[in-house]
Structure formats: structure tokens, C-alpha cells
């Protein structure tokens, strides 16, 4: 595991954040227009994209928050977590 996950942690919740939004547009009326991709109209495509985004992300969210926290518990479980001071 690579010493500095930050920027893989910050740009993973950037992304989710992100997509919630644009999950959101069409109840703003962002899609009035009635406008179809395939079977489907634009803006059930578009809500649709997003939340596969959303799952890519919570199956990453396990591997980047939830292993190493399962994995620290397994070694010791009553230690104090070790802190870098900057």
C-alpha cells in the first residue's frame, strides 16, 4: 500500500460528490427537453451514468477505507492508532 493515500481518498470523495449532484440535476429542470439515448430518455441515461459512477465508488470506498481499518483491527485491536505528526 502506498505511504500517501490522501490524494486517492480526496479525489475519490470529489468524484462522489460529483456524481450525487449530477444525480440530482433533473429535478432541478435540467433535462426539460424531451431528448432520447436509445430506449431511454436523456435524463434517465444521464441519472443512470451517474449512479454506475456511484457504484464504482463504493466498491473503491471498501478497498481504500474499509480493508486497512479491518486489516489494523486484526493485528491489534485495543492499540492506539499511530498518528504522523507533521
Known sequence: MPGNVRPAKLLLWVVIAVAVLA???PY???FEQ???VGPVPFGLA????WNAVLTGC???M???HFRPLHERLL???LAEPEVEVR
Open 23 to 25: 444525480t440530482w440535476a
Open 28 to 30: 432541478f429542470g435540467a
Open 34 to 36: 424531451l431528448t432520447w
Open 46 to 49: 444521464w441519472v443512470l451514468s
Open 58 to 60: 463504493a466498491i473503491a
Open 62 to 64: 471498501y478497498f481504500v
Open 75 to 77: 493485528a491489534d485491536p
